[in-house]
């Protein structure tokens, strides 16, 4: 067996893998619920890679993003349930279906045309699924579970806004978010943390629905402000290092003086 360009011998290895007579053990063990989380974390890298510009990196992980799909597709057809030529036909149908303006004879004259375009054969393919399977349905639906939290919310509150279930405009949702912050401080005034936490998930929804009332991905939003916490704290290592200070010695004032020579860095511009 050989690597190669062509997907085709991926589909084989894949194979080799789970053959029964001299596969993998440990492939042989999986199935769908055991591997999902290593799809989702595939998917992470993929977009680590990107977000530190590493492209070769972007290339590897691109690759083991590749083999998840192969490997749940290898596990279907094990079962009789669909092949990986099952899944590509899947996807190429959907994407000429959701393009009519590039595939068909509709036009769409921009970005916002074509999006648009997508949300109106969206919102067909869920109703079409709703009658298929003869049972009420929610707008909320399809929106998976599995996402974190964050983006989840957002993409929550964008469907519901799709029904104009919505605060007019980003100023109303700024309220919203500082009557929820006002909750959280009732609520920690009783130490009941069930009452707390309830509250603070509320928060944490109407900030997540504040940035994208601003256009702003809110799992992105988080992400930055993390990677800036990250640089800065260890900037305040660093120096503490410098002036021959344990961490745990430090105190506050010492830590917190230190923070701040990195945000007047980062706010002058400075490296």
């Given amino acids: 067996m050989q690597p190669s360009r062509d997907i085709s011998r991926l589909i084989e290895i894949m194979a080799a893998l789970r053959n029964p007579n001299g596969g993998c053990p440990w492939d042989l063990e999986q199935d769908f619920a055991s591997i ?11 977009a680590d890679a990107i977000e530190r510009k590493d492209f070769s990196d ?14 749940h597709a290898q596990m279907a057809s094990e079962q009789g349930l669909f092949d ?4 590509v036909y899947a996807i190429t149908e959907k994407l000429i279906r959701r393009h009519p303006h590039v595939f068909g004879e509709d036009a ?14 969206k919102a067909d393919e869920r109703a079409r699924k709703a009658a298929k399977k003869q049972a009420a349905t929610s707008l909320l639906d399809d929106v998976p579970q599995v996402l974190p939290a964050l983006a989840r919310a957002e993409k929550l509150s964008r469907r519901a806004a799709s029904v ?14 500082r009557e929820e912050l006002d909750e959280v401080t009732s609520a920690a005034q009783t130490n ?15 900030a997540a629905n504040l940035a994208r009332k601003l256009g702003i991905e809110p799992e992105a939003a988080l992400r930055d402000a993390n990677a800036k916490f990250t640089r800065r704290f260890r900037y305040v290592e660093a120096r503490a290092a ?30």
């Fill in 108 to 121: 769409a004259r921009n970005a916002g045309g074509a999006k648009a375009k997508w949300d109106e054969v």
């Fill in 84 to 87: 990986i030529g099952d899944v």
């Fill in 36 to 46: 999902s989380n290593y799809t989702i974390e595939e998917a992470y890298e993929v």
């Fill in 242 to 271: 410098a002036d021959g200070v344990a961490l745990a010695d430090a105190g506050l004032e010492r830590l917190d003086g230190y923070w701040n020579e990195i945000r007047a860095r980062d706010r002058s511009g400075g490296v």
């Fill in 58 to 71: 972007l290339r590897e992980e691109l690759g083991d993003l590749l083999l998840q799909p192969v490997y």
């Fill in 192 to 206: 009941d943390k069930a009452k707390v936490q309830e509250e603070l998930g509320d928060l944490l929804f109407a």
């Fill in 164 to 177: 104009q279930f919505d605060w007019p405009d980003w100023h109303d949702t700024l309220a919203k978010v």
